[in-house]
Structures are given as C-alpha cells and as structure tokens.
C-alpha cells in the first residue's frame, strides 16, 4: 500500500517498471507515465506504447478511465454489485 502512495504522490511524474501486472496498474489508475523494461513472458507485450509526451498523455487518460470504472456508477462498480446481487440470489450461499 505504502508504494502505492509513493506512486500517487504528485511529485512523481513517472517511474521505471519490470511491467508486470501489479505495477501496470499502479502507475495507469493515478496516471504515471512508465519507462518499462520487461523480464519475462507477458511483459513484453504489456510495454508496448508510445514515447515521451504522447505516453505521459495516454497514462493520464488511462487513469481517468480507470478511476471511472471503479467509482459509484462506473462499469467495474456496477458489475461488481450485480455479482454481489447474483451471489446473494443463490440458495447455496
């Protein structure tokens, strides 16, 4: 969690990353531009991108996106709550 704040904190413009999944997603939600240097498998895929400005660009409105999907009303909130209603429908619960 205490990396995730240090990655948030508006003096970090950006940061290096091996690219795995985890750190995908904590420099896309604040939107954090990323220098990627890929170790393994899927990682090469997920580096792909463009240079510069047009990365910084692009990971802020990926972290606009993002935190529209997850708060009240957005796509990942909405589908939450309904498999949390489905789930609670069930008589196996």
């Known amino acids: 969690m205490l990396r995730v704040l240090i990655v948030e ?3 970090i413009g950006g940061f290096m990353t091996h690219y795995g999944w ?3 997603l904590e420099g896309i939600v604040p939107g954090k531009a990323m220098v990627t240097w890929p170790v ?3 990682q090469f ?3 792909k991108g463009k240079k510069g400005k047009g990365m910084r660009r692009k990971a802020k409105e990926l972290g ?3 935190k529209t999907a997850v708060e009240e009303g957005g796509y990942s909130h909405f ?3 309904d498999l949390i ?5 069930q008589p196996w619960l």
């Open 45 to 47: 895929y997920n580096e």
């Open 22 to 24: 985890n750190s995908t």
């Open 9 to 11: 904190h508006a003096s």
């Open 85 to 89: 209603d489905e789930l609670k429908r």
């Open 79 to 81: 589908s939450l709550n």
């Open 64 to 66: 606009k996106m993002a």
């Open 40 to 42: 393994a498998l899927v």
